[in-house]
C-alpha cells in the first residue's frame, strides 16, 4: 500500500506531516531532515521521498511505502508543486500500465498510490482556493482522505465547526474524497459500529508527537502542555487511532478503488488519448490485427485498381 503524504499549502512549512507518520509507524523517517532557510525555500522545488516501514498488525506484517513531497507549501510556485506530485502519480501508473503490457506480468511490483492524506490547516476556517484547487486537481487520481492538522490547537467546539464547514466546502466544490464503504450486513456489529464511527470522524482530526511522555504512570506518545497532556493514541483527545484503524482495516478496499477507479481512469484516458505507450496486450492483439486487416485491404484496393485500370487500357 502505497501512501501519498502532503502537508498543507501555507507559506510555512510545518503542518506536522512527518510527526504524524512516526506517530503512525512508530518510526522516525527523516532522522536527518534539516529544516530549510528561507533563501533555500525559494529555489526549493516538490522532492518526492519515499520511505518503506514495516508495520505489524495483530500478526500481520504490512509492506507500506509512504511518499513524502517535504517541499510542498515552500515552492513559492504552488502550480510547480501541483505538477511534480501529479506527474509522481501518473509516473507510477504509467509504469503499472507498461509492466502489465510486459512479459513477466505475474511479478509487478506495484507503486501506485492508493491514498493521499491531505493536510488541512487548523488555523484557517475552512478549505482554502489553493486546497479547493489541489483536491480537485488530483481526485480522479488518487483516494484523498482529509485530515485537519494539529488538532490539540483547537477546542472541541472549533473542531467540530471545522469539520463541518470542511465537509460542505467539499460538497459545494464537487471535491471527491475518499468514501468509506459501508459495512456488509453479514459484518459483526463491532466492525459495523466501527465503520460507522470512522465515516462520521471524517475528516479526521489528529495529533502527532515524536515524544514519549509519562500520563497516568504510563509512558505514552504526547505533547506536553502547561495544563496536562495531549494523548496521541487516545481516541478522547483526537482522531489519530480511527485515521490509523481506517488506513489498516481499509487496505485491500484502498487498493482496489485504486484499481478500478483511478487506473481504469488512467488507462482508459491514455487509450482515448491514443498513447501506444503500454496498451493491454489484449488490446494490443486488436490493434495488430486491424493493422493487418487494413494494410490488406489496402494491398486488395490497389490490385483492384491496377486490374481496372489495365481492362480499361486495353479496352482504350
Ligand atoms: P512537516 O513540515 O509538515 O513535516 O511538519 P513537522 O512534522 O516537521 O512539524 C513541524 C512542527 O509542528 C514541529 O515543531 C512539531 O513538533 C509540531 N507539531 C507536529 N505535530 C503537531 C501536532 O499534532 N500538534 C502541534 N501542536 N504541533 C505539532
Known amino acids: ?3 501519498h503524504m502532503k502537508p498543507g499549502i501555507t507559506c510555512e512549512s510545518g503542518l506536522g506531516k512527518s510527526t504524524l507518520i512516526n506517530s503512525l509507524f512508530l518510526t522516525d523517517l527523516y532522522p536527518e531532515r534539516v529544516i530549510p532557510g528561507a533563501a533555500e525555500k525559494i529555489e526549493r522545488t516538490v522532492q518526492i521521498e519515499a520511505s518503506t516501514v514495516e508495520i505489524e498488525e495483530r500478526g500481520v506484517k504490512l509492506r507500506l511505502t509512504v511518499v513524502d513531497t517535504p517541499g510542498y507549501g515552500d515552492a513559492i510556485n504552488s502550480q510547480d508543486c501541483f505538477s511534480t506530485i501529479i506527474s509522481y502519480i501518473d509516473d507510477q501508473f504509467e509504469r503499472y500500465l507498461h509492466d502489465e503490457s510486459g512479459l513477466n506480468r505475474r511479478h509487478i511490483v506495484d507503486n501506485r498510490v492508493h491514498c493521499c492524506f491531505y493536510f488541512i490547516s487548523p488555523l484557517g476556517h475552512g478549505l482554502k482556493p489553493l486546497d479547493v484547487q489541489f483536491m480537485k486537481a488530483i ?4 483516494n484523498v482522505v482529509p485530515v485537519i492538522a494539529k488538532a490539540d490547537t483547537l477546542t472541541l467546539r472549533e ?5 463541518r464547514r470542511i465537509l460542505d466546502e467539499i460538497d459545494e466544490h464537487g471535491i471527491k474524497i475518499y468514501h468509506l464503504p459501508d459495512a456488509e450486513s453479514d459484518e459483526d456489529e463491532d466492525f459495523k459500529e466501527q465503520t ?3 465515516k462520521a470522524s471524517i475528516p479526521f482530526a489528529v495529533v502527532g508527537s515524536n515524544q514519549q511522555i509519562e500520563a497516568k504512570g504510563k509512558k505514552v506518545r504526547g505533547r506536553l502542555y502547561p495544563w496536562g497532556v495531549v494523548e496521541v493514541e487516545n481516541p478522547e483527545h483526537n482522531d489519530f ?5 481506517m ?3 481499509h487496505m485491500q478496499d484502498l487498493q482496489e478503488v485504486t484499481q ?6 488512467f488507462r482508459s484516458d491514455r487509450l482515448k488519448r491514443g498513447g501506444r505507450k503500454g496498451p493491454e496486450p489484449e488490446e494490443m492483439d486488436k490493434d495488430m490485427i486491424l493493422q493487418e486487416k487494413e494494410a490488406e485491404v489496402g494491398y486488395f484496393r490497389l490490385q483492384y485498381f491496377l486490374g481496372f485500370s489495365k481492362e480499361i487500357w486495353n479496352m482504350l
Open 159 to 163: 473542531r467540530e465547526r471545522l469539520k
Open 196 to 198: 460507522r464511527i470512522l
Open 247 to 249: 488506513l489498516i482495516t
Open 139 to 142: 481526485h480522479n487520481k488518487v
Open 260 to 265: 478500478d477507479l483511478h487506473y481504469e481512469n
Open 1 to 3: 500500500l502505497i501512501v
Open 241 to 245: 487511532l480511527k485515521l490509523r484503524t
